[in-house]
């Protein structure tokens, strides 16, 4: 093997080999029937000889606990079910992001099922994020007196006290943040309540959508206690799970546990093509084989987010609740619009981001930029890229004509949370919120770069005088031979992959890189070869202006490390191997 020590790869990174327990490694591959290369990643996630199935093979049946386990989980079904049985009227508040549009559809079906016709709202980036005065003003005059909020709620005190005073009973299924106090309405069903008994901690990681599909299976057990299904058809809850995976994978919540069970089932579902939205939107993304995670992080959910980031923020909702097909289709192509215009608008700011950094000394490790009426929808994913291109926590404002409004990206090390919170304890923001690698904040014009000579200091401080080299963490090291189908079977086993369970990096050393070729927007396919006349296709996204594109170019028969993931690639029926490569190193 390779010495790694202290080298730097083409792209700047340091590679760290994950180490795993060698002796649990063992047992995982005698008891799991798993490839030695897929015990020790397996043991380097801290899974066991006892759990490894169970990780392998989520199943609902044994990690969905009693959904009475949540506080006011029975208040919230008793209301609903209710409201069922008297064919009450339900109003429904959801957020503009995944989970809010899943959240809402899992809730509006369920409820579609026994005749009702539940009214959605979903609030625009003006309106803002959660309930508003305007949302019950508008159930107010359809003579609705049930509301439920998904993926919002826990802290708008002022809006919900105030409807609830007025006559509305509210419910609130949610998984944000909790304060010591709650709003003064029936129920507040938030595994992160301070009061929970955390008897079940796993559940604090849900997404709403998984909160609400609790509630769901709450409401239909009340239903069924009530004697409603003597007399009537009892739902398919399992079909609901497509919609719970989308929203749990988008809401980027650790994938483990009942998260993991949720996408695992979910997929299995999706695949079924029984959510006509769903099933529309893939057709129109071109998603061509069974959804992976892959497909729901990263070709549905922009696609859903796109409508509340540069476009109409209810479409999303409608899509997934709809059961027309020519319906679906008008709004799934509305979506793929809104997203390819999202593109452009990001793509327009990010460019003028990079012409304001380079070429320029800074003054400290930081990306900080701004600009007039840059689109809301986009700064976060600006900054997010800032960030990915500099390796240095990054800031991206727009200045809008009452206030500036900021995203902000981090990296390890520096925690955007306690760095918010600083700021506006010294009144540099006049809001901000967030945590360790992620926030949002607003502040006025006036105060901009005060705000950036203090972010400046924070980070400096804390980074201290040397420079922060970036980590590549790596899963396993191995040969070009031991990239082979039962290596990339095991990794699959390993899915659905996402936060806290990301693919596996590998890196294959002592190979060759031939036929590099330019492709597309960026991209270089070439060939990994060794001195045993293996040979494996390989491609690099996206890296034809970086100095990886330009090694890959020009690697002139040298030995390289290579380190990527390693897939099944499936075109036209038939199915190969093929590695994605992240970055290389100099053998």
Known sequence: MVDYGNKKSINGNMWEIVNSDERMAQAIMQNCNVSYIGAKILASRGINDENADLFLNPKLQHLLPNPSCLKDMDKAAVLIAKAIIDKQKIGIIGDYDVDGATSSAVLCKFLEFFGLTPVVHIPDREEGY?????????????????????????????????????????????????????????????????????????????????????????????????????????????????????????????????????????????????????????????IAQAPTAYHLGFVLGPRINAGGRVGNPAVGNKLLCSKDKLEALTLAQKLDTYNIERKDIEAHVFLQAIEMLEGKTQQYPIAFVYGTDWHQGVIGIVAGKLKERYNVPSFVMSIEKDEVKGSARSISGIDLGALVIAAKEKGLLTKGGGHTMAAGFSLS???????????????????????????????????????????????????????????????????????????????????????????????????????????????????????????????????????????????
């Open 130 to 286: 959660g309930p508003s005065n305007q949302a019950f003003a508008e159930f107010e005059a359809q003579g609705i007196k049930l509301v439920v909020t998904t993926d919002c709620g826990t802290s708008a005190f002022d809006v919900l006290d105030k409807a609830a005073s007025e006559g509305f009973d509210i419910i609130v299924l949610d998984h944000h943040e909790a304060e010591t106090r709650l709003p003064k309405v029936s129920a507040v069903v938030n595994p992160k309540r301070l009061d929970e008994d955390n008897e079940y901690p796993y559940l604090k990681y849900m997404a709403a959508v998984g909160v609400v599909f609790m509630a769901v299976v709450a409401i239909n057990r009340e239903l069924k206690n009530m004697g409603y299904y003597l007399n009537h058809q009892a739902p398919d809850l399992l079909s609901l799970l497509d919609l719970v995976a989308l929203g749990t994978v988008c809401d980027v919540v650790p994938l483990l546990g009942l998260n993991r069970a949720f996408v695992k089932q979910g997929l299995k579902i999706m695949s079924l093509r029984q959510n006509v939205g769903l099933t529309t939107l893939c057709d129109v993304a071109k």
């Open 445 to 587: 014009e006036d105060k901009i770069e005060d705000f950036r000579t203090f972010v400046g200091e924070y980070v400096k401080e804390k980074s201290g005088d040397e420079k922060i080299v970036p980590i590549l963490n790596v899963d396993a090291v191995i040969s070009l031979s031991g990239a082979n189908e039962n290596l990339a079977d095991c990794i699959l086993q390993m899915e659905p992959f996402g936060a806290s369970n990301p693919e596996p990096r590998i890196v294959i050393e002592n190979v060759n890189i031939l036929r590099p070729v330019l492709i597309g927007n960026g991209h270089i396919k070439c060939l990994l070869s060794d001195s045993f006349s293996e040979s494996l296709k390989a491609i690099a996204f996206r890296v034809a202006d970086n100095q990886l594109g330009q090694a890959l170019l020009n690697a002139n028969g040298e030995k390289f490390c290579v380190a990527g993931v390693l897939r099944k690639d499936t075109w036209q029926g038939k199915t190969s191997l093929q590695f994605i490569i992240e970055d290389i190193m100099r053998a």
